[in-house]
């Protein structure tokens, strides 16, 4: 019984362990927060909003892989989520939109920071321009950060990005409200990560509570060497052969 015990705890913490390797694979991505509004011709489903829109959205993406399209700019490709007031909340297609930043190196924004969504090669983009990003970062070196210091809309439309609803979006303009952005951590864990953890700590608990209210108990005719005994082994000896 305890054997068996013994190897529930194990499995159980196992199961822990796992839990916490598969939030640890999801630990470097990072979060492109971002709010602003679009103009009237942009469409959504084919259908122009027909005024500036307030928008916001997150975009997932692994900072180590993005692709260097020019000196400081790089696109890096994304998930995304994007909430449109009076429309709701729409996810895109694999493979539909890619984050692009730029650090001050870029020529086209020199000492500036640009955030915001494109095409793999930033052929095409919608996003903004800030004076200033705290802490500091390169394309090369993207880590969690907060833009500040609004300057412009920035863009190259129209930006198409198929959604998982079948429907597409087409940023073609933006509105005059200022746009905000910042870089965060995506490192929490999943739901299911934490259903695992919950459910294997349960079953340490319980297991452990199996194994303190278990008590040893000797056989009748039997000597119980389980527990701590007076006798000796001289005198064990001495029963086991009737010498005494």
């Not at 997150?58 to 909430?83: C, H, K, M, W, Y």
């Not at 939109?97 to 650090?103: A, G, R, Y």
Request: charged letters at 15%; one cysteine or more; a negative charge.
């Amino acid at each position: 019984m305890i054997r068996a015990i013994h190897l529930l705890v194990i499995t159980s913490l196992t199961l822990m362990f796992a839990a916490a390797a598969s939030n640890r694979a999801e630990a470097g991505s990072l979060i492109e927060n971002f709010s602003g509004e679009f103009g009237p011709t942009t469409t959504l489903g084919g259908i122009a909003l027909g005024s500036e829109t307030d928008f916001r959205f997150q975009a997932t993406f692994d900072p180590t892989a993005g692709t260097v399209v020019e000196r400081g700019v790089a696109t890096f490709a994304a998930s995304l989520s994007i909430n449109i007031a009076g429309h709701g909340t729409y996810t895109s297609a694999p493979g539909a939109v890619w984050v692009v930043l730029t650090d001050p190196s870029f020529s086209g924004l020199l000492d500036d920071y640009g955030v915001g969504l494109s095409t793999s090669t930033a052929g095409f983009f919608f996003g903004a321009e800030f004076a200033s990003a705290s802490p500091a970062f390169t394309v090369e070196t993207v880590a969690p950060t907060d833009f500040s210091s609004y300057v412009k809309y920035v863009s190259n439309v129209p930006l198409t990005i198929e959604l998982t609803s079948g429907r597409s979006l087409v940023i073609n303009d933006n509105g005059a409200t200022a746009a905000t952005a910042s870089l965060t951590s995506a490192a929490v864990p999943e739901p299911s990560a934490l259903i695992v953890a919950a459910e294997a700590a349960l079953w340490v608990g319980a297991a452990l509570k199996a194994v303190r209210g278990q008590e040893p108990k000797a056989v009748r005719g039997q000597i119980d060497l389980s527990a701590p005994d007076p006798i000796s082994d001289l005198e064990i000896r001495a029963q086991a052969c009737g010498c005494g």
